[in-house]
């Protein structure tokens, strides 16, 4: 329930906080969802995050009481970012500012942080890290999870403890300069993450339809190589023929003529056969072999655009949250389904 005081009893500007607490407000909203609940969000984990400085700050334990009490109230707000408002309110609280300003200042924040965030974490950050490192580990490299981890802390936690001491110092200034350029600083964010979805398509896309229609067949000749005796070299020149007199096995050419000619002195020799010059020969042949002809769906459809199943079903996705209001879960259900019918029926590659 809202509090009904508006004012502090003592509206003595409080003095600077030091760089300790301020670390230390820092650390603490890291916990901004442990107490995470369908009635107040993050109220709980923020109240626990700023409560160092509300110590500090409040000396006068009805005042304390009172700011501890409207800061209770519902707040969700991105996680990473949530020092950025930490430090911009508690400027507000050691100026001993109205609390129906601090709250709107508070309130205010929630949206704007929150769309920033997604558009720099949820679609920038972690699409680029992941992709990246998930190929290390795919490739069998145990430093993949490792390096994401690294640096992806590095970043949120360096942005934590940046944003705490610069929003503090700057105040309520530090808003203008966020409005000034946030509709600018979302969009670019959102197509660098847009950007990072479609390169994740191509790379980590492997749906394929295992599609072939029967066309036909081809006939070749495949080469076989025999020992024989030199009597038998003859019975090579054609094994064998088909009904309309083709040769089928022979010593035949590419074409399918004997494979028959003559030396310097003008006798027939018959290409194809060594003598070995112990009464045998080495026979080379040609057998003609007939291959079944197939249309396959799946190298057409990477001739007009390579990975398009997989463009087709980021573009399904995409059409049921922006115009069917599907859930992330929802879309989870609906690839799981697809790929396990697919794959049952032998429709997927």
């Known amino acids: 329930m809202a509090s009904n005081v508006t004012t502090y009893k003592n509206l003595t500007p409080a003095p600077d906080l030091d760089q300790k607490t301020l670390n230390k407000m820092a650390w603490r909203s890291c916990f901004l969802q442990a107490s995470f609940n369908y009635e107040r969000m993050q109220a709980a984990g923020w109240l626990y995050g700023i409560l160092p400085g509300l110590e500090k700050i409040h000396t006068d334990k009805d005042d304390l009481a009172a700011s501890m009490t409207h800061n209770m109230e519902f707040f969700n707000i991105h996680p990473f970012l949530v020092t950025f408002a930490m430090g911009i309110c508690l400027s507000l609280e050691q100026k001993k500012a109205d609390i129906p300003t601090i709250r709107a200042v508070r309130v205010s924040l929630m949206g704007p942080l929150g769309g920033i965030g997604d558009a720099l974490f949820w679609m920038t950050l972690v699409p680029i890290l992941a992709g990246i490192t998930s190929q290390m580990a795919i490739a069998g490299n145990i430093a993949g999870p490792i390096v994401f981890l690294l640096i992806f802390n590095i970043i949120q936690f360096a942005i934590r403890f940046g944003l ?152 399904l996705l995409y059409y049921l949250f922006a115009k069917h209001n599907f859930t992330p879960m929802k879309g989870i259900v609906l690839m799981l389904v697809l790929g396990i019918v697919g794959g049952f029926f032998g429709i997927w590659a």
Request: charged share 15%; aromatic share 6%.
């Open 164 to 315: 705490m001491n610069w929003s503090y110092k700057m105040g309520t200034q530090a808003i203008d300069a966020l409005m000034d350029n946030m509709k600018a600083f979302t969009r670019a964010a959102s197509i660098l993450g847009v950007f990072v979805v479609g390169c994740l398509t191509v790379t980590m896309g492997g749906t394929q339809i295992a599609l072939t229609i029967p066309n036909g067949s081809s006939e070749s000749y495949v080469a076989h190589t025999a020992t024989v005796s030199n009597d038998e070299v003859s019975k090579f020149e054609v094994i064998s023929k088909s009904d309309d007199g083709t040769t089928t096995a022979g010593m035949v050419d590419a074409e399918g003529n004997p494979l028959a000619t003559t030396d310097a002195d003008g006798n027939a020799v018959t290409a194809g056969a060594v003598d070995l010059g112990n009464g045998m020969s080495e026979v080379t042949y040609m057998e003609m072999v007939e291959t079944p002809v197939t249309v396959d769906f799946a190298s057409i459809l990477d001739s007009i655009c390579p990975k398009l199943i997989p463009l087709a079903l980021v573009m």
